[in-house]
């Protein structure tokens, strides 16, 4: 089957500007998450979708994240504006449900630099 | 990942086994996975382990969970130079709402 998809896979962009990545989950995943990867540490969840509504978006800053999956397959992340902080791997993951026993796929992910 | 730790650099030969060991502090984790992650990559589902059980088995990997100690390893028979990458470490349990909380990731670099 095939993987999660994401792209672009590199973004460069100055700080203060906006940057929007995209997601495609694995064909029948309800479940959909993004997840922010600093250098050096583990995936942070920033976001959980079942379907097209949102499940968890506790971690997420609000006041320049957000995101949304309009159809309850693809997805999209945005960040307005950019900051220096924001220097990360942004992951996409999905799986067949949110159930505990259903674990997650990942995508390649999304390396943005900010400068 | 405050809740899970790992240590953070492994170098092994070329053919010996490596042994990745995990920390975590929930108690009521019921999942833990190992994930590995190639440079430029996202991660990889190598292995999971429910919470009743304290070994599992697959091919070249051995996963050994002590659930009193809250310690869970990952050992890789046969180590080839195809296995270096970090090593994520990650549990779900009602103390984090089900959440993967996944550890700093190990550095394991094999040697020939």
């Known amino acids: 089957e095939a993987g999660v998809a994401q792209s672009p896979r590199y973004k460069i962009i100055e700080k203060r500007q906006s940057v929007a990545f995209w997601c495609n989950p694995i064909s029948g995943h309800a479940t959909l998450y993004w997840y922010q990867q600093i250098l050096g540490q583990g995936p942070k969840l920033l976001i959980q979708?079942?379907?097209?509504?949102?499940?968890?978006d506790s971690q997420l800053p609000k006041d320049r994240f957000s995101a949304e999956r309009l159809k309850g397959v693809d997805s999209t992340l945005k960040i307005q504006p950019a900051k220096l902080e924001d220097s990360a791997v942004y992951l996409c993951?999905?799986?067949?449900?949110?159930?505990?026993?259903?674990?997650?796929?990942f995508g390649d992910g999304t390396r943005l630099s900010i400068l | 990942g405050e809740d899970v730790e790992q240590s953070l650099f492994l170098s092994v030969r070329e053919g010996d086994s490596s042994v990745i060991n995990c920390t975590y502090t929930d108690s009521s984790s019921t999942y833990l996975y190992w994930y590995k992650q190639e440079p430029g990559a996202g991660l990889q589902l190598l292995t999971y382990?429910?919470?009743?059980?304290d070994m599992k088995q697959d091919q070249r990997l051995t996963v050994l969970l002590n659930k009193k100690d809250k310690h869970l390893s990952l050992r890789i028979a046969d180590t080839q130079t195809g296995d270096s990458a970090i090593y994520f470490c990650?549990?779900?349990?009602?103390?984090?709402?089900?959440?993967?909380?996944f550890g700093a990731g190990t550095t394991v670099t094999v040697r020939a």
């Open positions: 382990i429910f919470s009743n059980m």
């Open positions: 990650a549990e779900r349990g009602v103390f984090n709402d089900y959440k993967l909380s």
């Open positions: 979708f079942q379907n097209n509504g949102v499940v968890d």
């Open positions: 993951a999905s799986s067949a449900t949110g159930q505990s026993n259903q674990p997650q796929h």
